[in-house]
């Protein structure tokens, strides 16, 4: 049969323009947040964390988000570039070793 | 670059054959992770080693055998796989397993035949 992978969805954006990744994770109880991104043929590369005693998180041309009311995670991207093509995924940590427990991901697609 | 090897990068075998892969990483690092990456599912824990001892067993079937005889290396023994084992196979490793963000390989490109 047919092997179905997994329906992604796909943010299309003009290079130069700002990116927001929205991610909802499923346990109130999540204290550690991470995006990664991963391009083709690569394993994830760590992007940003964020632990869940804060609301806001900068990096370089990054910025994550975090509302806990409404257990949702946003990634922004400032000015993105061609470079940024690739899948973005949020993960959480739910208690244990590190446990990190991953999203299906999002693709970001910039288009020049 | 990323400071963690994987090796072999891609793996053809049959049901009844054994392999290894295996994971070296080059950041001092305490804890090492085996995950799989499937095209159907998420990014899935198989495995966590902190300082050599196991300590995280997602469920996974006993055809697949963790090793991790140092804190820099850890091997992943596979033997009489099904053709749903076919995926990427991708090892990270963190300061401790605590709140730590992983950094992972490239991963090993895994197919049954």
């Known amino acids: 049969g047919e092997s179905v992978g997994l329906h992604l969805p796909t943010l299309s954006v003009q290079e130069g323009d700002n990116s927001i990744i929205n991610c909802a994770y499923s346990?109130?109880?999540?204290?550690?947040f991470i995006w990664y991104k991963q391009e083709s043929g690569k394993g994830p590369q760590f992007i940003i964390d964020?632990?869940?005693?804060?609301d806001k998180r900068q990096g370089q041309r990054v910025t994550v988000l975090l509302n806990k009311t409404v257990k949702h995670l946003s990634l922004q991207i400032a000015a993105t570039q061609p470079g940024d093509s690739a899948v973005y995924f949020c993960a959480e940590r739910i208690g244990g070793y590190n446990k990190l427990i991953f999203g299906a991901g999002t693709r970001l697609a910039v288009h020049p | 670059e990323t400071g963690v090897t994987q090796t072999p990068r891609h793996l053809v075998m049959g049901m009844t054959n054994k392999k290894s892969l295996k994971c070296e990483q080059h950041l001092g690092h305490n804890a090492m992770y085996w995950y799989k990456q499937s095209a159907k599912k998420p990014l899935e824990l198989m495995f966590v080693y902190s300082l050599e001892e196991r300590v995280e067993n997602n469920s996974v079937p006993s055809r697949f055998s963790p090793e991790c005889p140092n804190s820099s290396h850890l091997f992943l023994h596979l033997h009489t796989l099904q053709p749903e084992d076919s995926a990427l196979y991708l090892c990270?490793?963190?300061?401790?397993?605590?709140?730590?963000?992983?950094?992972f390989g490239d991963g090993t490109r895994l197919s049954i035949l």
């Open positions: 964020i632990r869940s005693n804060m």
């Open positions: 990270a490793s963190s300061i401790s397993a605590d709140n730590q963000p992983q950094h």
């Open positions: 346990n109130s109880a999540s204290d550690y």
